[in-house]
């Protein structure tokens, strides 16, 4: 808590900005709190789910939160974050992109990895993880345990936590193997190598693994490596899901097989530690599982095609469209909740600016498909004007921004998941 006037100040003033800039922030949200105390349950439950499971063969689902364009889906988002970290997770907050499409595991986890926030710290967070594992700590025994098993996980895990354990005297590799922990390559060459000179190499059968496979192992593998440092777990936060509209047809069937996954949804896959939470526009299921008819055409395609791979593909994907269908609907906000955010907002400004704002003049109509963004960002503009004009008196105008559901063929970015061959030697 900020007690200076000073710091008081800085503290309002980054809250105002991002709110006029609808990018919510730790500050804003802070000032803020929720308008959704159902989901912030929900997702509590949650957490309390993965701390439990540990390590056992099973998995605490994720849920989806659907709202319309502005009406606090990152706002929210930001709040969870907020009381993940508060109750000792590691929470990723992934921005679905053309950079980071929902489809490709691979560049999730990399998303995942280099987003990640640790709870009191900052900077990169696996090398802050990794630094403070304590070898002779339960936690740490177990993950050992189970990385050495080749039933659990991929070999490349189990041996590189071994040389993280027993090469201390070699900083270079100690790197490396973070590196990998975080998804980049590393030669097995060189594992086997230094496996042998600490006279362990039969211990360890490193074999060809597809690069999709990989990255799910990493997942697993990293947030039982949390666990092992003293964290609760993982938590995965995806925000603007409803990019996955624009992909081209395979893509949205392989996006919504990632859907069911990370809610939890598929049968024989569990990632223990994890749990998630997406947020999708409210008319997606509307305009493109219906609108589309991804709903009937994706699994009937996909289930006509000879290849096994599709069929999987399609059982997956409609598992993922159900849970659109059943996300957490934000709700317009109420006469009251309007009420209370303005007071709370005019009181913000006013500490951020050291003055007494007045009411507003410019009143939007209050209706059900208002956002609380546009409530926000026009008591904000407004104050800042009469601020700076003392004698005018201005008049906000609100345009609605359209969101286009159109395919987009910039957005068909090759996936590094789509690497069938075995990894070689250079991973």
């Known amino acids: 808590m900020v007690t200076d006037v000073h710091g008081a100040r800085i503290q309002a003033r980054r809250a105002i900005e991002a709110l006029r800039a609808g990018v919510p922030n730790r500050d804003a949200v802070v000032e803020l709190g929720s308008a959704y105390p159902d989901i912030e349950e929900t997702f509590r439950q949650h957490l309390e789910e993965a701390k439990q499971v540990g390590v056992e063969p099973r998995s605490p689902a994720g849920f989806l939160v659907a709202g319309n364009f502005g009406s ?20 990723s907050k992934i921005v679905i992109s053309k950079e980071t499409p929902l489809h490709d595991p691979v560049k999730l986890y990399r998303a995942a990895v280099r987003s990640a926030t640790v709870p009191g710290r900052v900077g990169a967070a696996l090398p802050q993880i990794a630094s403070e594992l304590e070898f002779d700590r339960d936690d740490y025994v177990r993950l050992y345990h189970w990385a050495q098993n080749p039933r659990e996980i991929d070999q490349r895990f189990g041996a590189t936590l071994f040389l993280y354990e027993n090469a201390r005297n070699n900083p270079e590799l100690l790197d490396r193997i973070i590196s990998f922990w975080g998804g980049d390559p590393i030669q097995v060459g060189e594992i086997r190598r230094e496996l042998r000179q600490l006279g362990k190499a039969s211990l360890y059968s490193i074999n060809a693994i597809r690069t999709i496979d990989l990255a799910y192992q990493r997942f697993r593998f990293a947030a039982q490596l949390m666990m092992a440092a003293g964290y609760s777990g993982w938590v995965l936060l995806f925000d603007e899901v409803d990019l996955v509209a ?33 947020a999708i526009t409210s008319d997606y299921e509307s305009m493109i599982l219906e609108g589309k008819n991804d709903s009937e055409v994706i699994p009937g395609r996909l289930g006509a095609s000879p290849r096994d791979s599709d069929h999987l593909i399609a059982v997956q994907a409609e598992r993922g469209m159900r849970q659109i269908g059943a996300a957490m609907r934000l709700a317009s906000p109420s006469a009251s909740v309007i009420d209370s955010t303005y007071e709370r907002v005019r009181d913000i400004h006013g500490r951020a600016y050291d003055w007494e704002p007045p009411a507003v003049s410019s009143v939007i109509e209050r209706t059900t498909s208002t956002r609380m963004r546009e409530y926000v960002r026009s008591w904000i503009n407004e104050w800042d004007l009469r601020r700076l004009f003392p004698d005018h008196t201005p008049q906000i105008e609100v345009n609605e921004l359209k969101f286009s559901y159109d395919e987009d063929q910039d957005l068909e970015a ?9 990894e070689r030697d250079e991973q």
Do not use: C
């Open 414 to 422: 090759p996936s590094e998941s789509d690497v069938e061959s075995p």
């Open 72 to 91: 606090g889906k990152s706002h929210l988002l930001e709040h969870l974050q907020q009381a993940a970290l508060q109750d000792g997770f590691v929470v």
């Open 246 to 278: 624009r992909y081209s047809f395979l893509q949205r069937a392989k996006s919504y097989a990632q859907i069911a996954r990370w809610t939890g949804r598929l049968t024989g896959e569990s990632f223990p530690g994890i749990t998630s939470v997406m």
